[in-house]
């Protein structure tokens, strides 16, 4: 069992950064693929970044790619994704997720764990 759990939210000014956080409970989080999607009140939760078990391959939606990053670090046991150049339109909750497989992970139902998800407001 795997349960991640989100920090580093809150409010930013466009063109700023965040960083956030996901750290997961479980000794086998470090075999698991991990992403991050977002959610609008009244809308559908969507892909934003996915990463794989190792770290060694990464995927985007179009939206972020080139703004955000993610990256984890296995011996912590944490994912982070790095959000630069924010924009008003990425004002959402962020939530964490985890699959467990090895490989990159894009489509929001295959994610076995998710995160409570985190607040990001970015004021225009």
């Known amino acids: 069992q795997v349960q991640p759990v989100e920090s580093g939210g809150g409010l930013v000014q466009a063109g700023g950064s965040l960083r956030l956080s996901c750290a997961a409970s479980?000794?086998?989080?470090?075999?698991?693929?991990a992403g991050w999607l977002r959610q609008a009140p009244g809308k559908e939760r969507e892909f934003v970044a996915a990463?794989?078990?190792?770290?060694?391959?990464?995927y985007y939606a179009d939206s972020v790619k080139g703004r955000f990053t993610i990256s984890r670090d296995n011996a912590k046991n944490t994912v982070y994704l790095q959000m630069n150049s924010l924009k008003s339109e990425d004002t959402d909750v962020y939530y964490c997720?985890?699959?467990?497989?090895?490989?990159?992970?894009?489509?929001?139902?295959?994610?076995?764990?998710w995160g409570q998800g985190t607040q990001v407001t970015v004021s225009s």
């Open positions: 997720a985890a699959a467990r497989t090895i490989r990159v992970i894009t489509t929001v139902y295959e994610y076995d764990y």
């Open positions: 479980g000794r086998t989080f470090s075999s698991h693929a």
């Open positions: 990463i794989n078990w190792s770290g060694g391959v990464t």
